[in-house]
């Protein structure tokens, strides 16, 4: 029912601006409790949560992305949006958005995107 899709740069150079597009159909981004978040998994590892966007508008983000991520929406488009500044190669990855369930403990997800590949070279 609830569909995402990535969108943005495949290649990004190193300390550049990474920004990336989720568009969102079949539910609104604002529908109380789900919280939306972007994920992201480099060659050969696991998954990374990078942080979430709820129905409220508040945002959180991981420790270690928070100083140079930031997570928006635009309600009427009804799209969800990811920068992060200072791209390094490890930043290399497949990127996702996804819904969250909202529940208590998080990380529970439904709906996911089909992700979109972000290399990082030079």
């Known amino acids: 029912q609830v569909q995402l899709q990535e969108s943005g740069p495949g290649l990004v150079k190193p300390s550049q601006t990474l920004s990336l597009t989720c568009t969102v159909s079949g539910g609104s981004i604002t529908t109380n409790y789900y919280y939306w978040s972007w994920i992201r998994q480099p060659p050969g590892k696991g998954l990374e949560w990078i942080g979430y966007i709820a129905y409220s508008g508040s945002t959180y983000y991981s420790p270690s992305l928070k100083s140079r991520t930031a997570i928006s929406r635009d309600n009427a488009k009804n799209t969800l949006y990811l920068q992060m500044n200072s791209l390094k190669p490890d930043d290399t990855a497949v990127y996702y958005c996804?819904?969250?369930?909202?529940?208590?403990?998080?990380?529970?997800?439904?709906?996911w995107g089909q992700g979109t590949q972000v290399t990082v070279s030079s």
């Open positions: 996804a819904r969250d369930l909202g529940r208590p403990g998080g990380l529970e997800f439904d709906y």
